[in-house]
């Protein structure tokens, strides 16, 4: 899951549009239905650093599709949590089995068996992490009077939706008491101890969004709630792959209600743009703006290849 979004002043505009309609009640109109396939006739270009990686590893997109395909091909059982897993939260699997696809076609390398996911996740468990920056924890920094706004909010959603809202408004490559932050994603600045970008697990989810999802992926799966300030459990959620599902369930059921709720667009019968909104994140913020200029969402070259290749996907189902 790799997020490209910039800083603008149009930004504003959309978080003000999301949050009213994250407290308007839902209309009685029906949505308007995303047809299946794709809008664009060809695929939309690739970004640079998902080009470099592949070439550094010394393969091709296609081979990486092969790759992935074919673990899901061979493991009856992991596709069998997808479709356990997909039904908790009321969507389709193919969202799922497109999501994955994506990931390890353009963002990482597919591991040639599911084991080897559980066995890297067990790498990570004895270790010690912080979420931070700098000497500032994760606690520190959200208890500043900045974020008081947000301290009513019970919801984990929309909770770090508002604190990360407030960073990008406040934060964000500004110099705020006496420190300097980074011109960068709330993710990328306090919850990738590692490097910027880094992501986890067969879903490739980010530590911010398995706490935004806390409260569905509790509701829904019956794991734990996280806590910003244990960084190690948050790890093992993301990294182990059957807790892995679940967030990526939660993040997909997401997208879709947002677009429902704020648009009023049916994304539910497109694979191709939830996995757009897999990749890009931001789903509330991507449908205030849908919703401001109207029309219908188009895939990226993400999704596109999700809906390209929707036929093979659905026959691992």
Known sequence: MRYYSGKSAFAGFVLTVSLLAWAMPTTAS?????????????QPKIPGASVRRTRAGRTTFDDKYDKIRELLATDKALISKIKSTARS???DPIHMV??????????VDAYDRLQSYYVK???????????????????????RPEFASCNAISDS????????????????????????????????VFFQPFYAGQTFGLGQINPLTALMQSDMVAKNSGYSKLDENDAGEVYRAIMDPDKSLAYMAATIRRSIDDYSSIA?????????ITATLYNTGGSAQRAAA???????????????LVNDKLADLKSLL
Do not use: M, Q
């Not at 308007?32 to 664009?40: I, Q, S, Y």
């Not at 408004?169 to 709330?186: A, W």
């Open 30 to 42: 029906a949505d308007t239905v995303v047809p299946p396939g794709n809008r664009n006739v060809e």
């Open 89 to 91: 939260y009321g969507i």
């Open 98 to 107: 497109g999501a994955i696809v994506g990931e390890h076609t353009y963002n």
């Open 121 to 143: 996740a067990a790498a990570y468990a004895g270790n010690n992490f912080r979420f931070g920056y700098k000497d500032e924890s994760i606690a520190d920094f959200v208890g």
């Open 157 to 188: 959603y929309r909770l770090w939706s508002c604190r990360e809202n407030i960073w990008d408004k406040t934060f964000r490559g500004n110099r705020v008491g006496g420190n300097s932050y980074p011109d960068n994603r709330f993710s990328a």
């Open 264 to 272: 009023n667009v049916d994304i539910s019968n497109n694979p191709g």
């Open 290 to 304: 849908l919703r401001a200029r109207g029309g219908l969402p188009e895939e990226n070259y993400y999704g596109w």
